[in-house]
C-alpha cells in the first residue's frame, strides 16, 4: 500500500506543477480538506480511496496504475496557456447563458444576448459563441480560460489580432456569473474606442421569458436585468475607476 500511496503522490505532485495549481485550490475542487491533502502528499497518513476518487474525478486524469496510453484523452485537458483544466471539472458551465450588459447606443437601456458555452471536441478546450445579438454582425466567440492562480474565468476573442476580453468571476450558488466587458464601440465615422462595462451571465433556464435585444427603462424586463447586472459592481465582482 505504501508503495502505491508513493507513485500516487509523485504523480499528483507532478500534475500540480504541471498545471501550476495550488494544494488549496485542489482541495477545493476534490472537497477535502488542505490538512488532509497536505498529510497525505508528506507521507504522514495514507491516501484513502475515497480521497483518491474525488482527486482524479476533480483533476479529470487517472493518476493509478500505469502511464495513460487513450490518444483522446489529452482532448479532456485544455492547453497549458488556457489553465489546463479538465473537461470533467468544468462541466458544469457547458449551457445557454443570458447575457447581460449596458446599451453603448441607448442611454440607461440593458443588452441581452445569449452565450453558449462547450467543449471543443477536436480542440480540446472549452469555447464560447454569442447569438441573438441585435447587432448579429458584431457576435463574438472564442475560447474559454479557466486558470487557478486568479480563480476567475476569462472569454477571449481574437481576431486577425483585435481582441476582447470578458473576465468572470467564479459562479453563485445560483450559477450566476459576473464581471467586466472590455472591447471596442463604434465612434464618430469609422473611429473604434476602447470602452468598458459590467456583464452578467444568468443560466438561460433561469431566465425563459427574457427577450433578447434591446431592453429600456419601460419594459416589463427592464427592472429585473437592471437588478441582476447591478451585482457586477455592488457585491463587488468588478470594479470602477477614474
Not at 480521497?51 to 493518476?63: F, K, N, Y
Request: hydrophobic share 40%; with cysteine; aromatic share 8%.
Amino acid at each position: 500500500m505504501q508503495d502505491v500511496d508513493d507513485s500516487f503522490a509523485e504523480r499528483l505532485r507532478e500534475e500540480l506543477a504541471r498545471r501550476r495549481m495550488s494544494r488549496q485550490a485542489l482541495a477545493d475542487m476534490a472537497r477535502i480538506s488542505l490538512s488532509t491533502l497536505e498529510k497525505a502528499l508528506s507521507g504522514s497518513r495514507p491516501f484513502t480511496l475515497a480521497t483518491v476518487v474525488r482527486i482524479e474525478e476533480a483533476l479529470g486524469t487517472p493518476l493509478r496504475g500505469g502511464p495513460r496510453t487513450d490518444p483522446g484523452a489529452a482532448r479532456d485537458l485544455a492547453p497549458d496557456h488556457m489553465g489546463a483544466y479538465s473537461r470533467a471539472a468544468i462541466r458544469w458551465i457547458e449551457q445557454d447563458y443570458v447575457t447581460l450588459r449596458a446599451s453603448f447606443g441607448t442611454p440607461g437601456a440593458v443588452i441581452a444576448y445569449r452565450t453558449r458555452m462547450e467543449w471543443d471536441e477536436a480542440a480540446g478546450y472549452l469555447r464560447f459563441a454569442e447569438a441573438d445579438r441585435a447587432d448579429g454582425a458584431f457576435a463574438q466567440s472564442g475560447h474559454v480560460s479557466m486558470p487557478n492562480l486568479s480563480g476567475h474565468i476569462y472569454l477571449s476573442t481574437n481576431e486577425q489580432g483585435q481582441h476582447r476580453l470578458v473576465i468572470l468571476g467564479r459562479p453563485t450558488r445560483e450559477g450566476r456569473m459576473f464581471g467586466l466587458l472590455t472591447t471596442l464601440q463604434v465612434g464618430a465615422g469609422s473611429q473604434l474606442v476602447p470602452v468598458a462595462c459590467p456583464i452578467a451571465f444568468v443560466p438561460q433556464m433561469q431566465m425563459p421569458g427574457v427577450p433578447m435585444g434591446v431592453i429600456e427603462p419601460a419594459r416589463p424586463e427592464y427592472a429585473e436585468c437592471r437588478g441582476i447586472l447591478d451585482r457586477a459592481m455592488q457585491d463587488d465582482f468588478c470594479r470602477w475607476r477614474q
